[in-house]
């Protein structure tokens, strides 16, 4: 068997139900794992699941899931492990972004990406750690990917908050890396950074820094990028989903508290 074969891994992924979180879905079950997608969107949730690879050993899942609320997050992961038989996989892939240049924040606008982004984040890597942990109601370790941003390791204007909460998630990855260790939990927790990639969020930002002023268009502001990336394209869904993949399996069984590039080059 492969070791970055998933057969038999139980995943969750938060956010799954479009964009970035459905292709780390697909990938995942592809790999061989049972998926429970997480979501605010019910209807589009349920439909990615029902459309995942599958075979008559696995029937993967759906969650109602607020990733602000720790009682949402106490019953999903709850939902999840019963759904599963157990969890060796978490995905907090769910995010926001709300772009903005510095002089012109709101606060509400401020604390909504703290809350999803920050709060989101620790409360499903609370909740996870709880469960793999060796007490806990799956048991058996595993690994957490906290998708980060490359907004995290460069400065790209109209996105100071957005980049801010992502930085706080590399740094909530390395101490909670550093926690599992040190306490025997048999969790590794690493996170990524993916690049600009074209999905409802991706190409949603591209238009609001040309509308900023920042770039002349949106075209404009995807060419500034990729002149940025010596790849020399944007990232795409699968780019991000095969690192997920990666970081899931025994593939990177030595590798815990990382942040991994997957932006083409464009944060280095
Ligand atoms: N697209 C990009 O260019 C890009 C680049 C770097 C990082 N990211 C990060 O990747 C992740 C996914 O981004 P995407 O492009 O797929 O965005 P998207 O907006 O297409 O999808 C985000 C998903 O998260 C869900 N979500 C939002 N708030 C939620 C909440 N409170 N609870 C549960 N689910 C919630 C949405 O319903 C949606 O399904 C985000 O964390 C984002 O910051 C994206």
Redesign the pocket.
Known sequence: MSVFELSGRKALV??????????MAKALAEAGATVVI????EE??RTVAKGLASDSDREHGFVA?????DD?WERAVSEAVEHLGGLDILV??????ITSLITEIQADQVRKML???IL?TALGMKHGLRAMRPDGSAGNGGSIIN?????ATIAFPGIAI?SG??SA?ERMTKVAAMEAGKLGYGVRVNC??????????????ANDVAELGLFPSPEAAVGAVVELTPAGR??A?DD?ADAVVFLASDASRFITGIGLPV?GGMGM
Do not use: C, R
């Not at 997480?38 to 969107?41: G, P, R």
């Not at 998708?147 to 907004?151: E, G, H, K």
């Not at 990524?192 to 930002?205: D, K, R």
């Open positions: 938060t956010g799954g139900a479009q964009g970035l979180g459905e292709g997480a979501d605010i969107q589009a949730g899931l607020d990733v602000t609320s949402n907090n892939n769910a995010g926001i972004e809350d999803v982004n989101g998708v980060a941003s490359v907004a957005y909460t992502k998630v990524i950074f993916p690049g600009l990639v074209p999905t409802a969020m991706g190409a949603g930002l944007l990232g869904v991000m932006d």
